[in-house]
């Protein structure tokens, strides 16, 4: 039949085509399978290593950081976030009435929660339901995990100061990472962002050595994130950072917070003058330390910054103050050793002019003739102006080069500054005038240019009352070594080269500021104890007190706005005969040194001698146990 | 009323099965033992090992048994019984079609499954059969004369938009395209004439804004804009195109190796055993393994084209061609769809994908083709009857 003839030969043609095009196109997706698993594997394989493998990290536990005690300064604790998997969670709301019957979630918490699940596009992602759970409250939830899915308690390790309020300008703290940190530190550690880092303080300078190193597992991970496995054999464990011990004696620090408590601002280093080993570095008003690590909270922040004591400021560092009469010492350590004896006299009538400038006493009707020995006593200022235009400029100086004034101590902590020591090069670079003689007068006595931090003048101290011995501070007992408490081997410390007749004639006069009669901390001597002070008082004037004033009455510190007071200082050594400890007190704007300094170095001391004593009657916890601590991690 | 399997003078069951082609019932049970390795590899044991027979090869070997029955079973019937009831079956699929959007409507989501205790049966895929079994009776029957008036075309082009219309409401995109581009085949063999398609095409084109505004579903919006542009929405839709590209990728020329692939127990890929299984293949036994299988079915789709053209009746000619077409579609969509040339559809590998009703839908298809393949000898009047010379 033709016509079924006919039909059949435009099936053929129409069949021969749609089989053609079927595999033309079967052909083309051959090809594309070509260009994905050749041309493009590369690519594609890098991809899916991306997909499955998954790197890790591994905290290292931060080292601990502790008094010369063992008494912690600074550890971790164990702190919980409970998270919940939306995904987990068959239905979320229903879980999060459980959690609330066992937790307090109060329904604005609820809100969010619910709202960042909603949001949240990886519906298998965690959404943080509550931080920081009491213990209480996390057995409570393991308790009743089978009602819970998709609930999880996420253990971290946070910085707690346990006495957060005690040190917090020597151990500093912890907080988050920033931008200028992230890129000058290629740690992958700080990418995390539960990474704390040393900010501050000890935590600060210490930081690398505290932080231990990071190790690293590899996870199989779904598409969706979630963990299948661990590559067990390519975990590196983290290493957990070094403890640190310091030379801090908590108790004598928290006795000195205490003691300053009715100074609005003050500050005291305590320093053993035999190997530089600090005690107490107390900065007034302190501040919790505690309020950093988790994010200090803006308002109080503010109130910290803008508060007039300058509690972030470490005042014994950082704090710079004309020493007063506390310089004095330097100016007779200079004059016995340009050679002029002890004996040398001064007729003190209140004022001696120069020129036409007349520069007064703070005695105003004068201490009449006073040797060396009873200028330091009585700290008169004639007899120093008369001394340093003697000397000059450059041999006072030195000397108070020499005994570390006017560069920063060294000290193991970041932020110190270096005071001033003047001199005429100085003035010519810094203030663009020519060293006048009134300048070496007004130094002489302390003021003026000269400026040191209360570390500063504690180092000064430690070195007379050991004998010259550049003795240097520092914060830590014992480097770096690992659950032991150990001494470091004692140095030989360099001396500073001065003759021990000078060193003996300076210590006897400070034992005399103290403990003579006439002497002008008297008042703070030793009564009931084995040991004898020894000192010089400072009082620095803040402002210029006119002429006229002069002329009426030199207004007391009393009457006068606090800012404007003088600030008190006092500088001691103890015992006199074998000098152990050297103190430094600076009461900003607290009035007289004698007044308002050294009856705390009085106390210091009194304090000191009792914890030697209840030290060698072993009444004192000679050290907490470093091992049961690690215990606990 | 004619016997299902034989009338008087004509040849026996027996002899019919002696005509089945056993080469092509080979590669049949080659891609069938290819899927069942690859369900196999995409499990995990008990000891999250990859491999196991649990959940899925078990009973993908046991539903490709029941499937090679039907298919032996329906190529030693009478072909005139499926040309006398082919209206029938496309009947019935359709009241299937029309039953599920009602019966579905108390389900969730998309309706496509119905219910019969024993098993789900999903409609539209008895339609993939029903409509080219009514399609090619209609054009066996239309002169070829009449063929070219454009009246005549008004009854399959209902045919064929009636079933689309109701799948595309289900909403299945996938199967809707399948059944739309299976009856334009149907009607390119048939010899309607090309302007005539011309036409249809601009209609058609016409229609897409229309059916964008009143006929697709948010989802399916998506899924298609996702297609477009794939970085719009990584960790959405267009995140399981890249995870399927990244799989395939990574196979490289040799693959990953049998049970070496990241695919079966990574879960990157949603239903990896049904829609990405291609993905698996591939990445276990790369490039040589994928081109294999593309090769095996260019075979079977050769196969296809060879029985339509040695078949004496245009009946078994379009039945065959047509089925065959719908067997590529299924191919060419799940393979363009895991390498990212299409939209995600999800329209199963024939023969290799787990699930049962495209298995029985593929099996009687062969079962036809196959019957087809049979009776290459029976000459049929447009009437049904044998012709006489």
């Known amino acids: 039949m033709a016509r079924e003839r006919g039909r059949a030969e435009i099936f053929g043609r129409r069949a021969a085509l749609l089989a053609g095009g079927k595999f033309v196109i079967l052909s083309a997706l051959g090809v594309r399978l070509y260009s994905l698993q050749v041309l493009e594997a590369q690519r594609y394989r890098d991809m899916a290593e991306d997909n499955r493998v998954n790197l890790r990290l591994l905290e290292p536990a931060r080292g601990y950081i502790v008094d010369r005690y063992g008494a912690p300064l600074a550890v971790n604790v164990q702190s919980y976030r409970l998270e919940i998997v939306p995904e987990q969670a068959r239905d979320l709301e229903t879980t999060l009435d459980t959690l609330a019957r066992l937790i307090d979630i ?196 503010h109130d910290l910054v803008n508060n007039r004591y300058k509690p972030l400021t470490n005042k014994t560092t950082a704090g710079q103050y004309a020493p007063g009469s506390a310089f004095k010492l330097i100016v007779m350590l200079a004059a016995l050793e340009a050679g002029i004896g002890p004996g040398r006299t001064s007729h003190c009538i209140g004022y001696i002019e120069l020129g036409e400038r007349k520069f007064h006493c703070w005695k105003r009707w004068g201490h009449g003739t006073l040797d060396m020995l009873g200028s330091i006593r009585e700290s008169c200022d004639i007899y120093y102006y008369e001394l340093s235009q003697k000397l000059g400029i450059g041999r006072i100086a030195e000397m108070a080069r020499r005994l570390g004034l006017g560069a920063p101590t060294g000290i193991d902590l970041g932020g110190e500054r270096q005071g001033n020591i003047p001199d005429a090069d100085w003035k010519q670079a810094v203030v663009g005038d020519y060293w006048r003689p009134g300048d070496t007068l007004v130094a002489g006595i302390g003021q003026g240019y000269v400026e040191a931090t209360p570390l500063q003048l504690a180092m000064m101290t430690a070195r007379i009352a050991n004998g010259g011995k550049a003795v240097t501070p520092r914060l830590t007992r014992d480097l770096f070594v690992r659950d032991k408490v150990g001494i470091r081997p004692e140095e030989d410390i360099p001396s500073i080269g001065l003759k021990d007749y000078s060193l003996v004639m300076v210590k006897k006069a400070m034992q005399q500021v103290v403990n003579h009669e006439k002497g002008t901390a008297r008042g703070s001597r030793l009564v009931d104890s084995a040991w004898t002070m020894s000192g010089k008082t400072g009082t620095s004037q803040v402002r210029r007190i006119t002429e006229a004033e002069r002329r009426k009455r030199v207004l007391k510190n009393e009457e006068l706005e606090w800012l404007m007071r003088d600030h008190a200082l006092f500088v001691a050594f103890a015992p006199f005969e074998t000098p152990r400890y050297a103190v430094a007190v600076v009461v900003e704007h607290g009035g007289s040194g004698s007044k308002a300094a050294a009856p705390v170095a009085r106390d210091i001391m009194l304090e000191l001698e009792k914890r030697e004593q209840q030290l060698v009657a072993g009444e004192w916890p000679a050290q907490f146990a470093l091992s049961d601590r690690r215990g606990e991690r | 009323m004619q016997s299902l399997f034989q009338r008087p003078g004509e040849m026996t069951v027996t002899e019919r099965f002696g005509q089945i082609s056993w080469s092509l019932v080979t590669l049949i049970s080659l891609l069938a033992a290819v899927g069942i390795a690859m369900l196999y590899s995409a499990a995990v044991d008990n000891t999250g090992a990859p491999g196991s027979m649990d959940p899925w090869a078990t009973r993908q070997a046991i539903r490709f048994a029941i499937g090679m029955a039907v298919l032996i079973f329906i190529a030693v019937t009478d072909l005139r019984v499926w040309l006398q009831y082919a209206y ?301 010379e």
């Open chain 1, 106 to 301: 109060s329904p604005k918490e609820r809100e969010q929660i619910l709202k960042a699940a909603k949001k949240s596009r990886r519906v298998f992602l965690p959404v943080t339901v509550k931080e920081d759970l009491t213990w209480e409250q996390v057995s409570r939830i393991e308790v009743n995990a089978p009602d819970l899915p998709g609930v999880d308690i996420k253990s971290h390790e946070t910085r707690l100061y346990p006495y957060g309020h005690a040190t917090p300008h020597v151990i500093g703290y912890v907080s988050a990472v920033n931008e200028d940190e992230l890129n000058e530190d290629d740690d992958p550690l700080l990418e995390l962002p539960s990474t704390r880092i040393g900010k501050f303080g000890l935590e600060r300078q210490y930081e690398l050595a505290l932080r231990g190193k990071a190790g690293r597992k590899e996870i199989e991970v779904n598409a969706l994130g979630r963990e299948i496995q661990e590559f067990k054999e390519r975990r590196i464990e983290a290493e957990p950072g070094h403890d640190i011990v310091t030379t801090i004696d908590l108790a004598l620090q928290q006795f000195i917070i205490d003691r300053l408590a009715d100074q609005h601002a003050a500050a005291v280093a305590v320093m053993d003058v035999r190997d530089g080993g600090v005690l107490a570095l107390v900065s007034t008003p302190t501040y919790d330390a505690n309020l950093f690590p988790k994010g200090i909270a803006p308002g109080a922040w």
């Open chain 2, 88 to 388: 029938v079956v496309y009947g019935v699929a359709l009241a299937l079609l029309i039953g599920v959007e009602i019966a579905g409507t108390m389900g969730m989501g998309a309706r496509r499954w119905i219910d019969f205790r024993i098993f789900l049966l999903q409609p539209s895929e008895v339609m993939k059969v029903g409509l080219v079994l009514a399609l090619a009776r209609y054009f066996h029957s239309v002169s070829h004369e009449n063929s070219g008036r454009i009246v005549y075309l008004l009854v399959p082009v209902a045919l064929v938009l009636a079933p689309v219309a109701l799948v595309l409401k289900q909403p299945d995109l996938g199967t809707a395209g399948m059944l739309m581009v299976g009856g334009v085949a149907m009607f390119f063999i048939a010899g309607v004439r090309m302007w005539k398609f011309a036409l249809g095409g601009v209609l058609g084109l016409a229609a897409i804004p229309l059916a964008w505004r009143f006929v697709l579903h948010d989802y399916q919006k998506k899924r298609v804009l996702t297609f477009f542009d794939p970085d719009s929405d990584p960790m959405g839709a267009g995140y399981h195109i890249l995870q399927s590209k990244i799989a395939l990728g990574s196979g490289g020329i040799t693959g990953r190796g049998y049970l070496q692939g990241t695919q079966s127990y990574l879960n990157f890929l949603p239903e990896k055993q049904t829609d990405f299984i291609f993905t698996m293949l591939a990445e276990e036994f790369g490039l040589l393994g994928g081109l294999a299988v593309i090769l095996i079915y260019m075979i079977i789709l050769g196969y296809g084209f060879a029985i339509a053209l040695r078949s004496r009746n245009h009946f078994g000619r379009l039945l065959t061609l047509g089925l065959t077409t719908t067997i590529f579609l299924y191919v060419f969509i799940n393979v363009a769809m895991v390498m990212g040339v299409v939209p995600v559809v999800g329209v199963p590998l024939p023969l290799i994908s787990y699930g049962g009703t495209a298995m029985l839908t593929v099996m009687v298809a062969f079962g036809l083709i196959m019957n087809v393949y049979v009776h290459r000898d029976l000459r049929l009047t447009r009437g049904g009857l044998d012709e006489d």
